[in-house]
């Protein structure tokens, strides 16, 4: 009996101090649920969803404050995966955050523009390049086309261009075929006798 | 190879209809200078090179026009002299049918050189050597398109110790490289010795299909000639055997890992025409201006052609004696991985080996697509041994994680699958969507990790920015509060000492070798000044 007890406790001491031990020895440094959330959002920092920026959102998701739906440049398939990492149901994109648009970049008409910074401070990945009274510009291959830009900009000099398509980024089209009702006239026939 | 491997293969192919015995009958023919010439700047994988002309220029044959950008990238030289007439956007020979940038040369027919001399490569410094290569807009003529100067400079850890020269030439009606052998051969030769010496391998596969053996017997010939060791191995002709990788595995039983190159297991692969090249470029100093290209199908004179690049298909198709009626379209490549051709205006480029000008007969319309019967013929003939079957419900279902599990990105697209399947499903098309999606997704999600770090680096900068104003604003009212004012006083005194200073310590000068004189006026001046000096202090006290 008395053995029986000593041999309990020994193993309760033993593995409570290897479960101490590795507790502090292989601690995980912040959240990695939101980290793994944050790695399927577009990290367009647009703030569509309401969060000032996909890290904040991701933060959100992790919490339960937010649902799974509110990222318009994620669309459908962000939604499917972020509902894979969660184990929810998938569920349609929320129209109050906005619709999933093209891929576009934000562009400056440098004929408007008055050099004012305003943009510059918005822009969320700094993709704008310039100085006080000096023209902007956009660095097309930085701009996650989040919009941010437009509202504060005082001359309106800011514009969308979706991304055309060039033998750069072209992709093959998912194979379609005209449906054209070539049956034989027998199985035809047939098929409707 | 064992016996076992032989037995075993288990490579798959298919036999279509050769086609070949169309374009073999005439020698390599000269298509004259056209009118015009049309050089893409994308005619090779990777970026698009650097302009170096404008407008207006007038060029030398063989003259840079622009220069390789970045690691994979080739240049693109002018095929013929003349003037340059726009540098704008036009159709380009792409399955997209996009417009891409292009040259335009206006030949003045005179076909003047630009100083070009022989390359020493066994006395020259190596890394010369490749910087010339990389100028010299010599990429690999098989249809890949990849710049020959980085195959010649291979990074692996591996030491690449074999050679395998490509005339396997796989696919139904192209026949360029045949009569390439069979006419040229001691140059294939002399040009695989240079890639030798240049890579440092020790033996020299040679493969050919056993549909040629004219091409194979000029080039043991030229072996013998050259006295150029090397083993021409006759393959099986089984469409796609002139895969790189298949005829690697053909030729020396080794398999190229699936996510490497062969150069991992110590082996390089050229094709013949590349090789031809490399020679004409080392031996004459001739950069890529022209290529052979088959013209086959439903026209007059079906054969080979040697044209300068940027010809148009119309001016090759006009010298293959035109098209006979009932044409309905042009294919770039061979029937199986081919594509339509966007219009026959396209020039042609370092990646036109063969057009074939089809009719409904040779190519007839596709047949419905029924469903899939899950009759496992796809996985018989795939020779990278995936599992088509698998493949396409996933493309088909765009589930491309399990696509990409089940090797999506190993398919080589050779289109066996889509030639055998008995419910016409055209298995590669969607293969080839769901690769280039996928590939458009990394890139996305590459895009979106720039974005996360850009954004990050912001919001740190913002942070830290922060922090310092606070900091400086901590400072400053510190300063106000405690003693400011004996702060400066003390600053002020130190200030006016410093003036003093200054005041002490400069010299008159231009004071030497003066006449006594002017000497006694100075003194006299001085001593006027001391006085003022002195009546002003002892009015103000």
Aim: proline share 7%; with cysteine.
């Amino acid at each position: 009996m008395l053995t029986a007890i000593l041999v309990m406790v020994g193993l309760g001491l033993a593995l409570g101090v290897a479960l101490g031990y590795s507790s502090l020895k292989f601690k995980v440094e912040g959240d990695p649920l939101v980290e793994k959330i944050d790695a399927i959002l577009p990290q367009t920092q647009c703030g569509q969803c309401g969060y000032p920026g996909c890290k904040p959102y991701a933060r959100a998701i992790a919490n339960g404050e937010a649902d799974i739906n509110q990222c318009p440049p994620g669309g459908e398939p962000g939604i499917k995966l972020l509902a894979d990492l969660l184990g929810v149901e998938p569920k349609p994109l929320n129209g109050e955050h906005g619709q999933p648009k093209p891929k576009s970049v934000a562009f400056i008409d440098e004929q408007t523009c008055i050099g004012c910074t305003l943009c510059i401070q918005a822009c969320p990945v700094d993709a704008i390049l310039g100085a006080a009274k000096q023209m902007h510009t956009i660095i097309a291959a930085e701009c996650t086309g989040c919009e941010l830009c437009l509202a504060p900009c005082p001359v309106d000099c800011i514009s969308m261009v979706p991304l055309p398509e060039d033998i750069g980024n072209w992709k093959w089209r998912y194979p379609v075929f005209e449906i054209k009702n070539e049956l034989k006239p027998g199985i035809k026939a047939e098929a409707t006798a | 190879m064992n016996i076992i491997a032989k037995i075993f293969n288990g490579n798959g192919g298919v036999h279509p209809p050769e086609h070949k015995l169309e374009s073999t009958n005439t020698p390599i023919q000269l298509v004259p200078v056209p009118e015009r010439l049309v050089l893409p700047l994308r005619q090779h994988i990777g970026n698009m090179p650097k302009v170096l002309v404008q407008a207006g220029d007038n060029v030398l044959k063989g003259q840079l026009l622009a220069e390789a950008n970045g690691t994979v990238s080739a240049a693109v030289h002018a095929p013929t002299s003349g003037t340059i007439v726009a540098i704008d956007e036009q159709v380009i020979p792409h399955p997209s049918g996009l417009p891409d940038m292009c040259i335009t040369l206006k030949p003045d027919g005179e076909e003047r050189w630009i100083t070009h001399d022989a390359v020493d490569y066994r006395t020259m410094d190596r890394a010369e050597l490749l910087r010339r290569l990389r100028q010299s807009g010599i990429v690999g003529l098989g249809g890949a398109t990849f710049p020959t100067h980085l195959k010649l400079s291979p990074k692996s850890s591996h030491p690449v110790v074999t050679l395998v020269l490509n005339g396997a030439e796989c696919e139904p009606f192209i026949t360029c490289d045949d009569l390439l052998m069979r006419e040229r051969a001691d140059e294939i030769v002399l040009g695989a010795q240079i890639v030798q010496s240049l890579l440092g391998t020790v033996e020299c596969f040679i493969g050919i299909e056993d549909n040629k053996p004219e091409a194979a017997a000029a080039m043991r010939e030229a072996c013998t000639r050259a006295g150029f060791v090397a083993e021409v191995g006759i393959v099986p002709t089984l469409y796609p055997s002139g895969d790189a990788r298949q005829l690697i595995r053909l030729l020396t039983g080794k398999e190229v890992p699936a996510h490497g190159r062969s150069t991992d297991i110590g082996i390089q692969c050229f094709n013949v025409a590349t090789a031809q090249s490399i020679y004409r470029f080392f031996a004459h100093g001739e950069t890529a201006v022209s290529r052979i290209v088959t013209i086959t199908g439903n026209v007059a004179r079906p054969g080979n052609y040697e044209a300068l690049l940027g010809t148009s298909v119309d001016d090759l198709l006009k010298a293959a004696g035109g098209d006979l009626p009932d044409t309905d379209g042009y294919i770039m490549g061979g029937p199986m991985m081919g594509f339509a051709l966007p219009s026959s205006a396209v020039p042609m480029t370092k990646a036109m080996n063969c057009v074939i000008a089809s009719t409904p007969g040779l190519f007839p319309p596709p047949a419905m697509e029924m469903p899939c019967i899950r009759c496992a013929a796809c996985a018989d003939v795939c020779p990278v041994s995936l599992q088509p079957q698998d493949l396409y419900w996933f493309s088909k279902s765009n589930n491309l994680e399990k696509a990409l599990d089940y090797n999506l990105m190993d398919c080589i697209e050779c289109g066996c699958c889509t030639y055998v399947c008995p419910s016409h499903i055209p298995l590669v098309q969607y293969y080839r969507y769901a690769k280039s999606e996928s590939i458009a997704q990394e890139r996305a999600q590459t895009a979106a990790d720039q974005a996360r770090i850009r954004n990050d680096n912001r919001l740190a900068r913002i942070e830290r920015e922060k922090q310092e104003r606070a900091q400086r604003n901590a400072l400053r009212t510190a300063k106000t509060e405690t003693g400011g004012d004996a702060e400066k006083q003390a600053a002020i005194q130190a200030a006016m000492e410093r003036a003093k200073e200054q005041k002490e310590a400069v010299v008159p000068k231009n004071t030497d070798n003066l006449s006594p004189a002017v000497q006694a006026e100075i003194a006299e001046i001085d001593a006027l000044r001391g006085d003022a000096q002195s009546t002003t202090q002892t009015t103000e006290t």
